[in-house]
């Protein structure tokens, strides 16, 4: 799998449709769908309020990977609540948990990482720690804060 860094310019990079270098409101709202969740536009207005360091009205890379880490990184100043908003986006069938393929279809089909059935199969016995087959939300944590998915560049 690529540098986490890498990935988030990848997914940065698809979301970023009329290539102008920055993710405006109506890309934020698509790339949320792309990922099986809805947000409506107002949402997506005041998620880029917040993160929008430069007040441009969209986000910049920086800006965008600022909201990924804000999101998901652990001790991060949002509310635990907050962070399980990047699980859930994982967990389409919001049964609680990610199953191999939940994690098939992120990392091939959104993040177009083209991942063998092997790679995802090691990609979840290193997460799934506890042996049941699937990623819970700590699991889920724990990988994130390994892999350093959202640490700033």
């Known amino acids: 799998?690529?540098?986490?860094?890498?990935?988030?310019?990848?997914?940065?990079?698809?979301?970023?449709?009329n290539g102008n270098g920055a993710i405006e409101v109506k890309e934020l709202v698509s790339l949320m769908r792309a990922a099986g969740q809805t947000i409506t536009r107002p949402?997506?207005?005041?998620?880029?309020r917040e993160f929008d360091k430069n007040s441009n009205g969209t986000?910049?890379?920086?800006?965008?990977?600022?909201m990924m880490?804000?999101?998901?990184?652990?001790?991060?100043?949002?509310?635990q609540s907050e962070k399980q908003r990047i699980f859930d986006l994982l967990d389409q069938n919001?049964?609680?948990?990610?199953?191999?393929?939940?994690?098939?279809?992120?990392?091939?089909?959104?993040?177009?990482?083209?991942m063998s059935d092997p790679e995802?199969?090691?990609?979840?016995?290193?997460?799934?720690t506890d042996h049941d087959g699937v990623i819970n939300f700590d699991e889920f944590n724990a990988m994130a804060a390994k892999m350093k998915i959202f640490n700033s560049c």
Not at 43 to 48: K, S, V
Not at 120 to 128: F, I
């Open 1 to 17: 799998m690529a540098h986490s860094t890498e990935v988030l310019r990848e997914v940065f990079d698809k979301s970023d449709t």
């Open 43 to 48: 949402e997506a207005e005041a998620l880029i």
């Open 59 to 66: 986000l910049e890379f920086q800006e965008f990977v600022t």
């Open 69 to 79: 880490n804000a999101f998901v990184e652990k001790g991060g100043h949002r509310p």
């Open 94 to 114: 919001q049964d609680g948990v990610i199953s191999k393929s939940e994690l098939k279809f992120v990392m091939n089909e959104i993040l177009k990482e083209g």
């Open 120 to 128: 995802l199969d090691e990609m979840m016995r290193e997460a799934d």
